[in-house]
């Protein structure tokens, strides 16, 4: 299938799949930074997830910040925490792995690590069964 609204499109599969790995809660998608050209080998694109529950209200603790790249062709995802910036950040890439947020070497993962990874797949998922070009 290809995004005839590649935006719209993908906005709704990052939301969608936050709310599989995060339910009850509800979430949207804000772009911040980057354009949704999948072709362009420059990927570079940075959104923010923001978590509501079940009755509109605002979960900030939830929110999250998703930057999707390439690197040598492979598609990287890398997702921390919005609000807390001290908390351990994950790259997905050809290998999955947690960085310590200030000095961005390998940590231990979090206890909530399942929940972000989880998403990552996901999306990962959804990009290539979308057939969006990717490497």
């Known amino acids: 299938m290809f995004f005839e609204d590649q935006k719209e499109k993908f906005e709704a599969i990052i939301a969608k799949s936050a709310d599989l790995t995060n339910r009850p809660f509800l979430h949207s998608v804000v772009n911040i930074v980057g354009e949704y050209d999948f072709y ?19 979960l900030d603790l939830y929110d999250l910040e998703l930057e999707l790249f390439r690197s040598n062709k492979d598609l990287v ?35 909530y690590s399942f929940v972000l990874e989880n998403l990552a797949n996901r999306i990962r998922t959804y990009i290539e069964e979308s057939g969006v070009y990717i490497s």
Do not use: A, Y
């Open 40 to 58: 362009d080998p420059n990927l570079d694109l940075t959104v923010h997830i923001l978590c509501r529950d079940l009755d509109g209200k605002r």
């Open 77 to 111: 995802l890398v997702i921390s925490k919005l609000n807390f910036p001290e908390e351990p950040i994950l790259w997905s890439g050809v290998k999955t792995l947690w960085m310590n947020s200030n000095n961005g070497k390998q940590c231990n993962p979090p206890n």
